[in-house]
T-cell receptor
Framework: AQTVTQSQPEMSVQEAETVTLSCTYD???????LFWYKQPPSRQMILVIR??????QNATENRFSVNFQKAAKSFSLKISDSQLGDTAMYFC????????????FGAGTRLTVKP | EAEVAQSPRYKITEKSQAVAFWCDPI?????LYWYRQILGQGPELLVQ????????DSQLPKDRFSAERLKGVDSTLKIQPAELGDSAMYLC????????????FGNGTRLTVT
């Protein structure tokens, strides 16, 4: 079974600074996908960024980028130039390439951006 | 942009009562998921549909929970009887079902059992 671990229950960062959220996962699969989702307070969960395990290049979406270390089974999210609107719960998620496309989530990291 | 619709947004019920949640996925999305999210934790999959068929309900407490997606479009999740421990956010998500398809989530239904 696949497990996703987020070891930082809460983090905070000053506006305009950079913050990195950690995620590790455990799998015996070689091909899979990794995701970061954002859940703002009282709002729906939205996709931030995704990474295919077969790609060596780290994914980037504007101010969001990942550091994917396949051998270490690590998938951290870096948020640059943090904005107040980045305040949210962030969930790391795993999906096998083979199988029925079920997605497994970590416990989440609560990020607070301070003015 | 198309969204996953869920209702109700909030539900308060007494234990031992029946409760039902509804989800309408994004049009054309073949795969529909029901997740339960306990406060402070990540979502946990309850049931997954591919069209009208259940593909994974291994984590669904079948003695009290049931889910259906009769026409392969919208879906209903039911709890009968509700227990105090069922208090949580119930999230519905949908995807195209193709490999690497991201999940699109609804706003969720927050259930409080008293």
């Amino acid at each position: 079974a696949q497990t996703v671990t987020q070891s930082q229950p809460e983090m905070s960062v000053q506006e305009a600074e950079t913050v990195t959220l950690s995620c590790t996962y455990d799998t015996s699969e070689n091909n899979y996908y990794l995701f970061w989702y954002k859940q703002p307070p009282s709002r729906q969960m939205i996709l931030v960024i995704r990474q295919e395990a077969y790609k060596q290049q780290n994914a980037t979406e504007n101010r969001f980028s990942v550091n994917f270390q396949k051998a270490a089974k690590s998938f951290s999210l870096k948020i640059s130039d943090s904005q107040l609107g980045d305040t949210a719960m962030y969930f790391c998620a795993f999906m096998k390439q083979s199988g029925n496309n079920d997605m497994r989530f970590g416990a989440g990291t609560r990020l607070t951006v301070k003015p | 942009e198309a969204e996953v619709a869920q209702s109700p947004r909030y539900k308060i019920t007494e234990k031992s009562q029946a409760v039902a949640f509804w989800c309408d996925p994004i049009s054309g999305h073949a795969t529909l998921y029901w997740y339960r999210q306990i406060l402070g934790q990540g979502p946990e999959l309850l049931v997954q549909f591919q069209d009208e068929s259940v593909v994974d309900d291994s984590q669904l407490p079948k003695d009290r929970f049931s889910a259906e997606r009769l026409k392969g479009v919208d879906s209903t999740l039911k709890i009968q009887p509700a227990e105090l421990g069922d208090s949580a956010m119930y999230l519905c998500a949908s995807s195209w079902g193709a490999e690497n398809s991201p999940l699109h989530f609804g706003n969720g239904t927050r259930l409080t059992v008293t």
